[in-house]
């Protein structure tokens, strides 16, 4: 399918994508005896929030370094539906995890943006609980929700459709850098999953809209998608679309891998300098801030890039031959992150994605997202979703949901298959819905393999690994057998597949569990915030990291806690405030900290 898209893209496609305003690709190219006042590390969702929201001010000079290429002509970036092509390419970090323990010793494979531009649902009681354990109420759901709000323009889904009964628009923002719509091409199972809603009821009931806070029940899915052009959001072309990268005062280098931070002065250390390479075995160049290092580069990349300077846990830095500079012991701990499955149901139907995966099939309906911004390719995977808590019979010991409105698990609800299956028949046709524990109580850790910055991390989300969260994935298998026994799907869905029809007993349920498990790609956590003046973690809530000056973290890996829903908005949210904070520093003539 790669290969078709490569080929179809090279004459039909390219002429359609937006066109943007100079990005740097080579270090020489800078302007020449620029000083920055930030240097901002990595050009993905958060990053490229801030330097954004920086820019706005004439007087900073901001620069981004982004370790990936430009997005710019890259079709899988703008095609909803063909974002996935991404992984396992060089837009892809392509990091593997450690073996795992809940998952039998297997490996997984975690994609991360290695692109301009990067990697929902809100629930209140997880930043309320923000709030609490940081002493800082601008993290709570009163003050963060705005931000939310801000980041956001609602746009019609691209068919069009009347969308009454299936988003509550007085809560979403109007005026964003972020486009957001519904589902632009309904699929059979659509209104199947809305009438097996009206027919189970109870835990199965209708949401409105999952964004208002308050997430359990089914809703419609609400994407990054501009459904005027039917083009996929993110944060490169919201936050650096053309009119931004015109400002004189912001420049954006891809390309551009860092290596460390560097410590530029101080007794209290300060760390406003930063090494990079732009190309594997290339020379190393140096860049300062005046003013701040803003380190974005994710759960993964931030804490590596921190490590590697010799900011970390003393044993460990030692232990791979990194001189310590700073001793901070929970760099690269408490990472966090979904785990999912994946479950194929064969169905009596011919007209599901396997139809338009089908390679036959692939140039027509590219021509018609070109031709028309419409047709399959403007939607993801799902256009509905669905938040639960495990039965009240179930105690989970511990449970760290933040409260008795947050879901324990989820469902995706797909018109075929979600991920390839060794296990299906071939040649015939799926619904599939997944399961994702979205409270979960494991926690694992980054670290570095050796002394050389460029080697890859070890990446231990420790999926499953506490019976709390097998609990939690059982119950949601549960969950999900109950919704297919709806009335709805008697002659459509055929039988369970892909391994599923093999779970037949609690112990080969949880066989099931530890072979097809996986990550759902929301990893958070590793460069944890706590209140000022903690002895744990790593930021304080300005996002300072402790006991350094010059360095702030801007990203998930600073979420005290992981959302129960999917992360991207709400790593917007913190963004932008996070800029209102750096913002309100300077403006109160704060030249140093």
Known sequence: MKAIVTSFISFALIATLPSHATIYEKFTDLPKNRQYDFIIVGGGTAGNVVANRLSENPKFQVLVLEAGPSHVGVLESQVPWLAANLQQTQYDWNYTTVPQVGLGGRTVDIPRGHILGGSSSITIEDYDRWGKITGDEGWAWDNLRRYFIKSERLTPPADNHNTQGQIDPTIHGKNGNLAVSLSGFPVPIDQKI??????????????????????????????????????????????????????????????????????????????????????????????????????????????????????????????????????????????????????PFIVNSNNTFEKIRDPANIPGELQLWKDTHGGPFVDTIASMLGFFRVPKNVKLNPDFAAGPNTPHFEHLFANGLIVPNAFVPPNASFFSMSTVVTSPVSRGTLKIRSSNPFDEPLIDPALLKEESDRVVMREAIKHMIAFTQAPVWKGYIVAPSGGLQNATTEEKLDQYITAASSTFFHPVGSLGMSARGAKHGVVDPDLKVKNIVGLRVVDASIFPFIPTGHTSSAVYAVAERAADIIKEDYDNNHDHY
Do not use: C
């Open 194 to 343: 809305v009438t097996a809603t009206k027919q189970l009821g109870g835990d199965f009931k209708f949401n409105l809209d999952l964004n208002s806070g308050q997430p359990l029940g089914i809703s419609w899915l609400q994407t990054i998608v501009d459904g005027r052009t039917g083009i996929r959001g993110s944060s490169a072309n919201g936050y650096l679309a053309p009119e931004f990268l015109r400002r004189p005062n912001l420049d954006v280098l891809v390309n551009a891998q860092v290596s460390r931070l560097l410590q530029t002065s101080g007794k209290v250390p300060a760390f406003r300098g930063v090494e990079f390479r732009q190309k594997v075995g290339g020379s190393l160049y140096h860049l300062s801030a005046t003013k701040e290092i803003i380190l974005s580069a994710g759960s993964i990349g931030s804490p590596q890039i921190m490590l590697n300077s010799g900011i970390g846990p003393a044993k460990d830095l030692k232990k791979v031959g990194v001189k310590l500079l700073v001793d901070l012991p929970d760099v690269g701990q408490n990472l966090a992150d979904h785990s999912v499955m994946a479950h």
